[in-house]
């Protein structure tokens, strides 16, 4: 069965860092794109970054981009999110996502059950 398991999340000061791992099984992990997306209280799940099956391309939402990278073990069929200098704003419950082509939200096959990222004094 396809699983897409989030860890890392926690409470984390203003500024600090944090590193979310995505383990996927059950899927081919090195021929999907594989991305984040986060979803505050109250709020639409939104697209954070993503990247390509390779390795080879990364991309970012704007309000992440040269605070956030996104990277991949495909040996190891993890994804990662390392989150430096991290803001309040970045508060939210981060998901993972697979998807066969560029990820978006229209185009996700599977999504991870989400981890509780906290950025507060």
């Known amino acids: 069965q396809v699983q897409l398991v989030e860890s890392g999340g926690g409470l984390v000061q203003p500024g600090g860092s944090l590193r979310l791992s995505c383990a996927a099984s059950?899927?081919?992990?090195?021929?999907?794109?594989m991305g984040w997306f986060r979803q505050a209280p109250g709020k639409e799940r939104a697209f954070v970054a993503h990247i390509s099956a390779s390795g080879g391309w990364r991309y970012y939402a704007d309000s992440v981009k040269g605070q956030f990278t996104i990277s991949r073990d495909n040996a190891k069929n993890t994804v990662y999110l390392q989150m430096n200098s991290l803001k309040p704003e970045d508060t939210a419950v981060y998901f993972c996502?697979?998807?066969?082509?560029?990820?978006?939200?229209?185009?996700?096959?599977?999504w991870g059950q989400g981890t509780q990222v906290t950025v507060s004094s």
């Open positions: 996502a697979a998807a066969t082509s560029r990820i978006t939200s229209t185009t996700v096959d599977y």
């Open positions: 059950g899927f081919t992990f090195s021929n999907y794109y």
